[in-house]
């Protein structure tokens, strides 16, 4: 995963807490070494608020967004962390404690390549360009294009209420993608849905993810074509760009609408709640500033009677972040998870395993954020990590 971002913050008293972001690792570790240490070392640990709104008033001076919130997002989940383990509890308890026991989860139907660089794949891996890759153990994202309907049966069978798939990608990696996608085009990325629906009916609901690649009348197109099949939601269907835009589409496509794991600011969120742009907030907890910010976003969703559903296609401290929020709260719909990263790649991460009973994740009893990285993955070869100490 060479865009993951591990992060590990020792104390005093020997608690090490553990976070993670995900994009442009090399940048989000340049400002936790070379400017955020400066503030951070020397600190109680404990006072997370500040911390939090120290950092981000500061970034504002140069944009609160992009690699600056992501490195605030892993510092934030690594303090819950700390707080978990040094008052012994689990970090949906520091929140308020238990509303939901388990969270409902819908598989995203990547693979195991998906956002990882294998020998095969020595180019850079761009965001909403994963490979198709082979057929394979647990390579859904070649299943759900090839034998669409034997994978719903196999996730429904295996106790999952929803399944999601990129399946138009391909046509907006064609030239002009964006801005033009034939009729014939949409029918191929629609397929995978009416196979399922003509097969198994609606015993499995279906989601479409655009990956935020559409302008508003291919966008349109798509929902049109995608109303016959009744979807749970269609997702970053088109471009983030203009919250507007993205209420206008809302208003004229006639399906369910979920935005954004792209929005970082949270002036993102609360303009698309006060527009009316979606029915369903769509959260990265990495992403928007950690636990903390995303505990806030999940509140003023719940205001508008808007339900959340939490990100995750890229780390298992993602993913367990948006489940500590989910059962500290009555607002999240659906967590995300990827069935091969979480049997083929978590488990060479973190040091306990992530469990999906019948389409539900058991809310962690462990103290702190419920995991923590292999200890080898900070040591060997030099080069490979930062440490910056007092």
């Not at 979920?258 to 990265?284: N, W």
């Amino acid at each position: 995963m060479p865009g993951l971002l591990l992060l590990r913050i020792h104390t005093d008293e020997g608690i090490v807490g553990c976070g993670e972001t995900y994009y442009a690792p090399e940048a989000v570790a340049a400002l936790v070494h070379d400017w955020m240490h400066h503030y951070l070392l020397g600190k109680d640990p404990l006072e997370i608020e500040k911390h939090w709104r120290f950092l981000y008033e500061r970034t504002t001076n140069f944009g609160s967004r992009g690699a600056e919130l992501r490195a605030i997002s892993a510092i934030d989940l690594a303090l819950w962390d700390i707080f978990g383990q040094a008052t012994n509890l689990p970090v949906w308890q520091l929140l308020g404690g238990c509303v939901q026991e388990s969270i409902k989860t819908y598989n995203s139907c990547g693979g195991p390549s998906y956002g990882a660089k294998t020998d095969a794949q020595a180019s850079h891996i761009w965001p909403g360009h994963g490979p198709i890759g082979n057929p394979g153990p647990l390579n859904d994202y070649w299943s759900i294009i090839h034998r669409p309907v034997e994978l719903a049966e196999e996730l429904r069978e295996a106790g999952y209420g929803a399944l999601k798939t990129w399946s138009l990608d391909f046509a907006a990696h064609k030239p002009n993608g964006p801005i033009y996608v034939s009729d014939a085009d949409v029918e191929r990325g629609l397929e995978p849905f009416r196979a399922i629906r003509e097969a198994l009916g609606n015993s499995i609901e279906l989601i479409l993810d655009g990956h935020g690649f559409f302008q508003l009348p291919v966008a349109l197109r798509i929902a049109a074509k995608l109303r016959q099949y009744d979807i749970l939601w269609a997702e970053d269907l088109i471009r983030v760009d203009s919250i507007d835009t993205v209420a206008d589409f809302r208003q004229k496509a006639g399906i369910p609408v979920a935005v954004s794991e792209m929005f970082s600011g949270p002036d993102d969120f609360r303009l698309t709640l006060e527009k009316r742009a979606a029915d369903y907030v769509m959260i990265d907890p990495t992403w928007v500033g950690g636990i903390t910010q995303t505990k806030n976003l999940t509140r003023l969703a719940q205001l508008y009677n808007v339900p959340v559903v939490m990100h995750d296609c890229t780390g298992p401290l993602t993913l367990l972040s948006g489940v500590q929020v989910a059962a500290a709260s009555g607002n999240v719909a659906w967590q995300e998870s990827v069935r091969a990263h979480i049997g083929m790649l978590y488990p060479k991460l973190i040091d306990t395993e992530v469990s999906i009973v019948q389409g539900m994740i058991p809310i962690p009893r462990r103290a702190g954020i419920g995991a923590a990285w292999l200890p080898e993955l900070f040591q060997g070869e030099a080069g490979k990590y930062r440490a910056t100490a007092l």
